[in-house]
């Protein structure tokens, strides 16, 4: 009787765990630890087909060979359950070891996997993934055991569901759904977070405000959805000539903005200019035509241009992209206090 007691306490606790959690790194680790209070096992493992990860919350003294079984065995499973082959090469695998059994020996170096528990994570018909216990033991895991495990695959499955919808609703919060970029509203927020650490460590940090020239005529000519394809262009191109820690956000229409953390005004201009030369160099392809657009740049920074707010330095970045498109588009200017 202690013992169904003790077993009903760690489930309320895994449970309440499981829906605490804030990620899926968590919900593994929670209830693996949960789990070696009640288990002999040497992996618990999550799979989600979503990215096709696969979390393993394992002894530490696993070998390599015993996680690569677990790997190979989960990918089986789930082929099998989904009617579709699953390459081990597309796992993304991550794996957090633990001292499960501190009294016990470690794994034998030459383990294998010899018995588990594999679940499916399913939820109203819809399979999200798997769960699995691993054993380099033999019969390790018995009816009751199963039953018990389900109860907590249910649990995680909705919380991953839960999960997945609120990261969903945060993308739409924070991304431009046409090119994929930061929005102004996360722009906003990141740059107000931004200058502050800019202000406080009094690092340097510089804003590039950039125009597509003379996009209205491209829409004029050849429509809106050929338009459309120019702006995800010149955004991926964006993307990827920054650093990750950079900001890259659609600004508004036809305009982006960059935010470049410890990056002077020097070296903001040479990045300006690199990806001026980048997008004219590029041909686009609009319809059955092959065009090529040019970009206005406009650059203020910290603490170069002495801002006293964010608004100012945004103000200034937009007074030096108007000097470009002034003196003939297709440039780099830097804000000019004669301006102010």
Not at 253 to 275: D, H, K, Q, T, Y
Not at 305 to 325: F, I, N, P, T
């Amino acid at each position: 009787m202690k013992l169904v007691f003790k077993n009903l306490n760690v489930l309320r606790s895994m449970i309440n765990d499981i829906n605490s959690s804030s990620d899926l790194k968590e919900i593994v680790e929670s209830t693996g630890t949960n789990l070696s209070t009640l288990f002999n096992f040497s992996s618990f493992g999550m799979f989600c087909k979503d990215g096709h990860l696969l979390y393993l919350y394992q002894e530490e003294s696993c070998p390599p060979s015993f996680t690569q079984e677990v790997v190979k065995q989960t990918a089986n499973v789930f082929s099998t359950l989904m009617g579709e082959t699953l390459d081990i090469e597309r796992v993304n695998l991550q794996v957090e070891k633990k001292r499960l059994k501190p009294g016990q020996m470690g794994v034998d170096p030459n383990a294998t996997l010899k018995s588990h528990l594999t679940l499916p994570l399913a939820l109203e018909e819809e399979v999200l993934g798997l769960i699995s216990i691993n054993s380099d033991q033999p019969n390790a895991f018995d009816a009751q055991d199963l039953q018990f495990f389900s109860v907590i695959g249910y649990q995680m499955a909705a919380t991953i569901e839960h999960l997945q919808r609120l990261s969903s609703v945060k993308n739409l919060a924070s991304y431009d759904t046409l090119t994929g970029l930061y929005n102004r509203r996360y722009f906003e927020e990141r740059f107000g977070t931004e200058v502050q650490q800019a202000f406080v460590n009094k690092t340097s940090l510089s804003l590039i405000l950039i125009d597509i020239d003379h996009f209205k005529k491209v829409n004029d000519t050849f429509g809106h959805p050929e338009g459309d394809k120019i702006l995800r262009s010149v955004a991926s191109l964006l993307k990827n000539s920054v650093r990750k820690k950079d900001t890259v956000a659609r600004y508004g229409g036809e305009e982006f903005i960059l935010i470049l953390p410890e990056v002077n005004l020097e070296a903001a201009s040479m990045i300006a200019e690199r990806i001026r030369r980048l997008v004219e160099s590029t041909s686009f392809d609009v319809g059955s035509a092959h065009i090529n657009a040019t970009i206005s740049l406009g650059i203020s920074s910290l603490p170069s241009h002495r801002a006293r707010s964010k608004e100012e330095l945004v103000k200034m970045a937009d007074l030096a992209l108007y000097q470009a498109k002034g003196e003939g588009r297709n440039r780099v200017s830097l804000y000019d206090p004669a301006q102010g």
